[in-house]
């Protein structure tokens, strides 16, 4: 048999779609459901694929389609025409013969199934004249929706019909809805983290505001710290933590008296001791949180005055028992801070900082960090070099 793919037939004696009856009662029962045509236009639009290999029966359920309002109904007696149709544009409806020559509606059924994504449902309506029930079952075992016996009954068409993309069009405006959700909560929790990381950007501005004239040290420290972290080979999202929570380091200098914190001398034995509280206290202040970049923030103020040969301060950490983020803090606190002057010295030679990196590699540092932020240098020299 010649397969024909047929846009369904239009009918001759009006374009507007009218009540259908019952045309052919199969029990004594003779009263008839009159089914209106249907006006949603989002019905009226459904697109719906008719596959049966009898011609008289899609010309049939093409006509039947037709005079029920449905203004998108394909037609065809190919099985691969059927699947070529699901595959280039999603219908709304399959309604499909079971039992085919070529190729049989259980196959084609499985196949529109594997090409229907998972959270989508394409309602399948199977037509056939034998609905025994190893029959029906295979039917919805391979995912078909409901059933047709053949010959048709007008008004149970419809009705099948109607239900089925009514079905299908909530599902869409479900899934439409839930978009919709999803992608508020997205923009509200972009939002907050956005609040979040400006709020920890301005208590670094606060922290740092009495005792640095540019209030550009935290800032960064968090940047080198950052470019450290990356080029010790840590994950991106530990380098954007480390890159919000290094900038808190020195948080705790909030509880240090004016006359030690901005004293433009050396500090006494006590004055030092009180001094070296700024590590406890800003601990204190940043611990407790659930939020990963505090935990890493209150971490990094406890440890960053640890130094790798154990003689560092508050607890006396040595080597890697002192946290990686308070290692790589260390290194690039020493290097900004001493690039920038401060009220009790001027700033040193750049040449200088790195000699005495060198030389405190392994005592004061973590030697393979020092050697990290040298290979950074290194790089960015031969950057400004080529450039
Ligand atoms: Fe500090």
Same mark, same amino acid.
């Given at each position: 048999?010649?397969?024909?793919?047929?846009?369904?037939?239009?009918?001759?004696?009006?374009?507007?779609?009218?009540?259908?009856?019952?045309?052919?009662?199969?029990?004594?029962? /003779?009263?008839?459901?009159?089914?209106?045509?249907?006006?949603?236009?989002?019905?009226?639009?459904?697109?719906?694929?008719?596959?049966?290999?009898?011609?008289?029966?899609?010309?049939?359920?093409?006509?039947?389609?037709?005079?029920?309002?449905?203004?998108?109904?394909?037609?065809?007696?190919?099985?691969?025409?059927?699947?070529?149709?699901?595959?280039?544009?999603?219908?709304?409806?399959?309604?499909?013969?079971?039992?085919?020559?070529?190729?049989?509606?259980?196959?084609?059924?499985?196949?529109?199934?594997?090409?229907?994504?998972?959270?989508?449902?394409?309602?399948?309506?199977?037509?056939?004249?034998?609905?025994?029930?190893?029959?029906?079952?295979?039917?919805?075992?391979?995912?078909?929706?409901?059933?047709?016996?053949?010959?048709?009954?007008?008004?149970?068409?419809?009705?099948?019909?109607?239900?089925?993309?009514?079905?299908?069009?909530?599902?869409?405006?479900?899934?439409?809805?839930?978009?919709?959700?999803?992608?508020?909560?997205?923009?509200?929790?972009?939002?907050?983290?956005?609040?979040?990381?400006?709020?920890?950007? /301005?208590?670094?501005?606060?922290?740092?505001?009495?005792?640095?004239?540019?209030?550009?040290?935290?800032?960064?420290?968090?940047?080198?710290?950052?470019?450290?972290?990356?080029?010790?080979?840590?994950?991106?999202?530990?380098?954007?933590?480390?890159?919000?929570?290094?900038?808190?380091?020195?948080?705790?200098?909030?509880?240090?008296?004016?006359?030690?914190?901005?004293?433009?001398?050396?500090?006494?034995?006590?004055?030092?001791?009180?001094?070296?509280?700024?590590?406890?206290?800003?601990?204190?202040?940043?611990?407790?949180?659930?939020?990963?970049?505090?935990?890493?923030?209150?971490?990094?103020?406890?440890?960053?005055?640890?130094?790798?040969?154990?003689?560092?301060?508050?607890?006396?950490?040595?080597?890697?028992?002192?946290?990686?983020?308070?290692?790589?803090?260390?290194?690039?606190?020493?290097?900004?801070?001493?690039?920038?002057?401060?009220?009790?010295?001027?700033?040193?030679?750049?040449?200088?900082?790195?000699?005495?990196?060198?030389?405190?590699?392994?005592?004061?540092?973590?030697?393979?960090?020092?050697?990290?932020?040298?290979?950074?240098?290194?790089?960015?020299?031969?950057?400004?070099?080529?450039?």
């Amino acid at each position: 048999m010649d397969h024909a793919l047929t846009p369904a037939p239009r009918l001759a004696l009006t374009d507007q779609p009218v009540a259908s009856t019952i045309s052919a009662p199969r029990s004594s029962d /003779r009263r008839q459901v009159k089914v209106a045509p249907v006006f949603d236009d989002a019905l009226r639009q459904s697109k719906v694929v008719v596959l049966d290999d009898d011609p008289a029966v899609i010309r049939l359920l093409g006509r039947i389609l037709e005079r029920g309002g449905y203004k998108n109904v394909v037609t065809t007696t190919s099985p691969h025409e059927a699947i070529a149709l699901c595959t280039v544009d999603e219908p709304d409806l399959v309604v499909l013969d079971l039992h085919m020559p070529d190729m049989d509606g259980f196959s084609v059924l499985e196949r529109i199934r594997e090409l229907t994504p998972p959270d989508t449902y394409l309602p399948v309506l199977v037509v056939t004249g034998d609905m025994s029930p190893w029959t029906r079952q295979r039917a919805l075992s391979s995912g078909a929706n409901d059933f047709l016996t053949k010959p048709f009954d007008t008004p149970e068409v419809l009705l099948r019909v109607r239900n089925l993309l009514e079905t299908r069009h909530m599902h869409r405006k479900l899934a439409e809805q839930n978009e919709q959700l999803e992608k508020a909560v997205r923009q509200r929790t972009a939002e907050l983290d956005e609040a979040r990381v400006e709020i920890l950007e /301005r208590l670094a501005k606060a922290a740092e505001y009495r005792d640095d004239g540019t209030r550009r040290h935290t800032e960064r420290v968090g940047i080198y710290a950052a470019r450290l972290a990356r080029a010790l080979g840590l994950d991106e999202t530990t380098v954007q933590t480390i890159r919000r929570a290094a900038p808190l380091h020195d948080l705790g200098k909030i509880g240090i008296p004016d006359y030690i914190l901005l004293k433009p001398g050396p500090l006494t034995a006590e004055e030092a001791a009180v001094m070296r509280t700024h590590t406890t206290i800003g601990a204190q202040i940043l611990s407790g949180s659930r939020v990963p970049t505090l935990v890493m923030a209150a971490e990094i103020a406890l440890h960053h005055h640890e130094r790798w040969d154990g003689t560092g301060y508050p607890h006396g950490l040595a080597g890697e028992d002192i946290p990686l983020a308070a290692r790589i803090v260390a290194v690039a606190d020493f290097y900004d801070a001493l690039s920038h002057d401060r009220p009790y010295r001027r700033a040193w030679p750049v040449h200088d900082i790195l000699a005495e990196l060198r030389r405190q590699a392994g005592r004061q540092f973590d030697p393979d960090v020092v050697a990290a932020f040298l290979d950074l240098i290194d790089h960015q020299r031969a950057l400004v070099a080529a450039s």
